[in-house]
């Protein structure tokens, strides 16, 4: 099955610097890759998502890009702010997460400083 | 819409007492799915099911029972309820294989 590997496990970033978080896959049919963000106590909230057939997606501060050949795929927060303080988790499905559901990571502590 | 319902928000139970843990949407999505995770970890598929009917297991699918009788309806059933299976479970569905997941609150379970 899938494995997917996520780091770092915990990043601390100053208000306003950029925070990179990264994850490989192992499973080179897989071609869905959401993120989450969740913060203490609450549920997973999809933040942006990917498919194989592109290689980044942008909205707003928040970026991710995709190297399949390296089954590796990276989000990318810019100007970071202090809510963006979460667990942040990727995710890896064949078929949009459709029939064999979501492997995820092991989650990134994002912590910004003031 | 509500979205993804869970109920209970909690609970407590004793070793070897069973519940069922129940899950409802109103979105008339097809795919439904039952996660846990355990403290500092992330999410993994116990067992999820494409319509009404149908289910299969997931990557955590022992100790854990579920039924699907109706596209809105996917509880999760545990029998014997063990130590380790103290954790928070999340129900999410999706309407269509290539869109993305919506998660319910949650239920935290604790079994003493």
């Known amino acids: 099955g899938e494995n997917v590997e996520q780091h770092p496990s915990t990043l601390s970033v100053q208000e306003g610097d950029s925070a990179v978080i990264k994850c490989t896959y192992s499973?080179?049919?897989?071609?869905?890759f959401p993120w989450y963000k969740q913060e203490l106590g609450k549920r997973p909230q999809l933040i942006i998502d990917i498919r194989s057939n592109v290689g980044e997606k942008k909205d707003q501060r928040i970026a991710v890009t995709l190297n399949k050949t390296a089954k590796h795929f990276s989000l990318h927060i810019t100007e970071t702010q202090p809510e963006d303080s979460a667990v942040y988790f990727c995710?890896?499905?064949?078929?949009?997460?459709?029939?064999?559901?979501?492997?995820f990571g092991k989650g990134t502590h994002l912590i910004i400083q003031p | 819409n509500a979205g993804v319902t869970q109920t209970p928000k909690f609970r407590i139970l004793k070793i070897g007492q069973s519940m069922t843990l129940q899950c409802t949407q109103d979105?008339?999505?097809?795919?439904m799915y039952w996660y846990r995770q355990d403290p500092g970890m992330g999410l993994k598929l116990i067992y999820y099911s494409v319509g009404a009917g149908i289910t299969d297991k997931g990557e955590v699918p022992n100790g854990y029972n579920v039924s699907r009788s109706t596209t809105e309806d996917f509880p999760l059933r545990l029998e014997l309820a063990a130590p380790s299976q103290t954790s928070v479970y999340f129900c999410?569905?999706?309407?269509?294989?290539?869109?993305?997941?919506?998660f319910g609150d949650g239920t935290r379970l604790s079994i003493l």
């Open positions: 999410a569905s999706t309407r269509i294989e290539d869109q993305p997941q919506h």
């Open positions: 995710a890896a499905s064949y078929s949009g997460g459709g029939a064999d559901g979501l492997t």
């Open positions: 979105m008339n999505h097809n795919y």
């Open positions: 499973d080179s049919a897989s071609n869905y």
